[in-house]
Every structure is written in C-alpha cells, then in structure tokens.
C-alpha cells in the first residue's frame, strides 16, 4: 500500500517537530523525526512510502498536492502542532478534496489531546492517531489494504455512526531496538543538509535513544500527550550500532544530537554507553538533551565517549518555582552540575523559562543573575508557552491567566513564541520583555563575547555552527520580540 507522510507548510523555517513548535530564531529546523520513525517500520512491512517534509524542502502547498496526487496513496497522515492546527487542517482538507479515497490520519502532541475537537473541525479528517503512533499508523494500513475494520485498530479516535470514538487505547512500544535506525530513513528520504540546530556543529543527525519521561515537568509536552511518564531505553549495544550507520552510511555528519526527553535518566545505563562507544572507536562528537543533576563521574564517562556539550532545563533560580513545576531538582544541584560539566570539558546549552507558578520580576531577576554566574557556552530565555494536555495549560486557563484560546495567537505574525500567560504578578508583555533584555544582557556582555572568541580560537570547528545561527539570531537579539495581542 502507497503511503504518503506529510510535514505540511505553514511559515518559512516553522519547526513543527520541536517541543515548542515555531520559527527559532536561531533557525533551527527540526528533523520529522516521529513520521521517520512511522516511515521505517512502514517500509520493512513492505509499504511503499512518500515522506514529504515541507518547511526544511520549502515546498508550498501547491507543491505538496501535486506530488501527493502524482503517488495516490491510499493513507495520508498529516503531522500537526498547535499554532498551526487551522493550517495543518486545511492542507488535510486539501489533500483529500484532490484524493478522496485517502484516508486522511492526524497526528501530533496537539490532536492527540484534543482529538474530539481536531475531528469537529472537518468531516473530512477521518481519525486523529493518538500519542505514540508508529505501530498505530502501520496496523491502520495493513487493515485499510486488507479491507478491514479499523474500529478495531488500537491507538485512534474515529467516526463511527455519526459520532467521535476511540478505539482501544494502545500500549507504549517497550522493545525500542525493534525499531528501525531513524537515521536510515534519513538517508532514502531527507537530504541532512536541510536540517540544522543551532546548538550542533553542521550538518547533525538527530536520534532518539528512549521514548517517555520519569520526570513530572508540568509543561512538558511528549510525556504528557504522546510517550508517557514512564522511561522505556534502547540498549546501549543497538545506540552504538547507529553511530556507526551513521559514520558510515552518512559520512558528511559532523554530530549526532540525541534529542530524548531525559538521557542519562539510568546512570548505569549511560555508563555502559559510554564504555562500548569508547571501545567502538566511533569518531562522531554527540549533544543530548538532559536534566541538570548528572554528576562528575557521569559527565567525565559520556565527555571520554565523545559528548561535546548538553542542552539543560535550568528554568529558573528560584527554588519555590521549581517545586511549583516539579521539576524534581533544586538550584544548588544545577549550580553544582555547571560546574562539574565544565570541571569534565563539556559546554552547556541552558534553556530558562519566564513566566512559571509564582514567577515575580524578583524571581526573573535572580533567574539572570544565576545564568551568568554558571555560564553557559550557550542559553535561551523564552516566556512560558502552554501547550493543550500539560499541567502547565490547564493551571494557565484554570485560573484565566490565558490571554487567547485562539491557537493561531501561541506565534507572532513573523512565528516566533508568542506569550499568552499573564499572571497577577507578571503580564506576558513583561515576560517578553524580560526575555529580550535577557538575551541582550547575557550575549553582549563583554565578558561572554571575549571568551566565544578565546572559544572559537581554540576551536576553528566551532566557527561554521556559531557563524550560521549567530547570522539570524543577531537580528531578534537587537531587534526583540513583537507580542501579538490577543484577538
């Protein structure tokens, strides 16, 4: 069976594979990652695939229908977010206006928590697949070629006799190395080119070595609506195997970036691989996503192995708002692993929030004050964006500190973060404001700017990363932000 996956257009350079789906200002462009992984296991089954990404090709939707109606699949699955859940479901409305007989599948964190809402929106969608989709979308399509009933497929919500209705749910995968290597449908489907995260040398690859989070992050996203709260990991052995797919089958790589909600989450499990890549001999550098609580023995291990630098939740400096957010860790161990990463030889790239439970203009303050004391190689501040099925968006419209239900006003009109959350104490102007002044503060400090240079010296390989995303992102840093007022 021929099926079509789409990453449909909406603004140029919009990443709607990211946790916060927008146009970066750093102009990061996101792999589509969870419709490669559906693509792989679709192909080893014997399904003939079309994986369209239409921001990183800059395909326009006249683009898109005529290469869709040229394949005529018999499945299209359209991946959505939610600022751009109008757009994505027009260009599935589209789709099927041209290719009827399709049967059109929505997927997606924003769908997956609101799927009653998603299908009132057009008759002409005819599921959303919920959560962790892989398995969901390859049963789908061997039921749908067999002529069967999908009723019966687990992991949808559907039309049935007029009304909405889920089918079963469906379990989490919980053998993750039976997946195929994302990276290889990179290869037959995606130029690496086209794909680029500020905080990696270029071109990177980017992997996933577990699904599901531990953690109780309140605005997190993919535990929350897609993988779950538990954490499921491949083994250490089939993660060392990729790199190697990697460095062998994709030698223009320059880094691998594996983008898990929480690496590192099992000790044990992060040394042994860190061990079998030392003993591997796999010459590529790597950057994960992580919590801000590894320790020196950790750290040292996964620098030996090749880790070039982290990219850490801090949020924020104020130990009340953690717990607020339960993010489950205190200032003084962030303080503590800064310093241990740095005492190890590995950057930091630390992401802070504005705008969380009890956030005042004192708190942002020490929130600045603390990111310029631990110095970071790189950080980002961004306001407090909500997204449908986090704890984070039902305290924000609970309390009516949402300024918009309109999910086209989460971006700006150029789609970057739009805040939408003004609490009491701060307003979302402010938060963007502080934001501003943040980036501007921490970047052109002279301290930070004379030790890139002592950096980029030090390290020439360094130049083209830091040249690419310092090209877009001097623009908003001197520019700022433009809040879009609510309808």
């Known amino acids: 069976m021929k099926i079509a996956l789409l990453n449909p257009p909406y603004l140029p350079g919009f990443s709607r594979f990211s946790r916060s789906p927008a146009v970066t200002r750093s102009g990061t462009i996101y792999y589509p990652i969870w419709h490669a992984y559906a693509a792989g296991l679709l192909e080893r089954e014997g399904h003939e695939v079309m994986l369209i990404d239409a921001p990183a090709q800059r395909l326009t939707m006249t683009d898109c229908l005529s290469l869709i109606k040229d394949f005529s699949p018999g499945m299209t699955a359209v991946y959505t977010s939610t600022p ?14 041209i290719m009827p007989s399709s049967f059109m599948a929505l997927t997606g964190p924003h769908v997956s928590a609101l799927p009653d809402q998603t299908l009132s929106m057009d008759e002409r969608i005819d599921a959303v697949a919920i959560g962790e989709y892989d398995l969901t979308l390859l049963e789908l399509a061997s039921t749908i070629e067999s002529g069967g009933d ?131 001999r796999v010459k590529l550098p790597w950057t994960v996503e992580c919590r801000a609580n590894l320790d020196f023995e950790t750290l040292s291990a996964m620098k030996r192995a090749g880790c070039r630098l982290v990219v850490a939740g801090f949020e924020s400096a104020d130990d009340a708002i953690l717990r607020n957010i339960k993010k489950g860790i205190t200032v003084e161990r962030m303080r503590r692993f800064a310093l241990d990463a740095r005492r190890a030889g590995i950057m930091i790239h630390a992401c802070f929030m504005a705008g969380n439970r009890g956030e005042t203009m004192e708190t942002l303050k020490r929130t600045l004050a603390f990111a310029k004391e631990i110095r970071p190689d790189t950080c980002q501040f961004f306001p407090l964006m909500v997204y449908p099925g986090t704890e984070a968006y039902a305290w924000a419209r609970g309390n009516g500190y949402l300024e918009s239900e309109d999910f086209a006003d989460w971006l700006t009109p150029e789609g970057l973060h739009n805040c939408l959350v003004s609490t009491p104490e701060v307003s979302a102007r402010e938060l963007v404001e502080f934001c501003d002044f943040a980036r501007r503060s921490f970047y052109l400090a002279p301290g930070y700017i004379s030790y890139k240079v002592r950096r980029l010296l030090a390290e020439p390989r360094e130049m083209r990363r830091t040249a690419k995303s310092a090209r877009i992102f001097l623009k908003h840093l001197m520019s700022g932000n433009k809040v879009k007022d609510a309808a």
């Open 150 to 280: 999908i009723d019966g497929v687990p992991g949808l919500v559907i039309r049935t006799n007029g009304k909405v209705e889920p089918t079963a749910a469906r379990a989490h995968i919980e053998d993750l190395d039976s997946l195929p290597f994302v990276s290889s449908v990179y290869k037959r489907h995606a130029r690496i080119e086209d794909y680029f995260y500020a905080h990696c040398r270029y071109p990177v690859v980017s992997i996933f070595t577990s699904r599901g989070c531990n953690a109780r992050c309140d605005y997190c996203v993919y535990p929350q609506t897609v993988f779950g709260r538990r954490h499921r990991q491949r083994s250490p052995e089939n993660i060392v195997e990729e790199f190697r797919y990697i460095e062998k089958e994709l030698p223009q790589t320059k880094e691998v970036l594996i983008d898990d909600d929480t690496f590192s989450f099992d000790k044990a499990h992060t040394l042994e691989f860190a061990e079998l890549m030392i003993r591997s």
């Open 84 to 97: 751009s859940i109008v757009n994505d479901i027009e260009c599935a409305a589209a789709i099927k206006i």
